[in-house]
């Protein structure tokens, strides 16, 4: 599918996020590409969404203007989740599976949504392991994708055999 639309469109993931200016104009900016961002998310999948997200609140963080002092768009309920995405926009190069999961639990948390089931963790992981497989298409990365999806399917199986 990504490939498809990089032909079809212009765009690939790896372009629109190749510096931080480029993503916050394409993906955050008043301008932004729905195109930029359907490449974001078809490539990185849960984490690329967020990514977007990310941008975004980047770009609306630029527009707001400060009152005597205080910044109006924030609060202390929405502080957290903006700080766990913008810490995946700033490293999302740099985190390996591990701390792309401890993000998402992290998000899932802010958002209100903190369950510990096995089918939840299994995700959380599944989404980690498909964005780093994704970004850096090494061997390990596709092994451990191959492995937390092998995870996913015995969890849902008996689930789809009822």
Do not use: K
């Amino acid at each position: 599918m990504a490939s498809e639309d990089a032909d079809r469109v212009g765009l690939r993931a790896e372009t629109v996020l190749a510096d931080s200016s480029t993503a916050l104009a394409l993906l955050g900016g008043p301008d932004a590409s729905p195109a930029a961002r359907a490449a974001v998310v078809q490539r990185f999948g849960r984490v690329g969404a967020l990514l977007v997200l990310g941008y975004e609140e980047r770009g609306q963080a630029r527009h707001l203007v400060p009152v005597n002092g205080h910044d109006p768009g924030e609060s202390s309920d929405l502080a957290d989740a903006d700080a766990h995405l913008e810490t995946l926009v700033q490293l999302f190069d740099q985190l390996d599976a591990r701390d792309l999961y401890w993000l998402l639990s992290e998000i899932d948390e802010d958002e209100g949504f903190a369950g510990d089931l096995a089918g939840i963790d299994a995700h959380r992981w599944l989404h980690a392991t498909y964005a780093v497989a994704a970004r850096d298409g090494t061997p390990g990365a596709h092994r451990a994708y191959m492995c937390a999806l092998d995870r996913v399917m015995r969890l849902v199986r008996p689930l789809v055999a009822s």
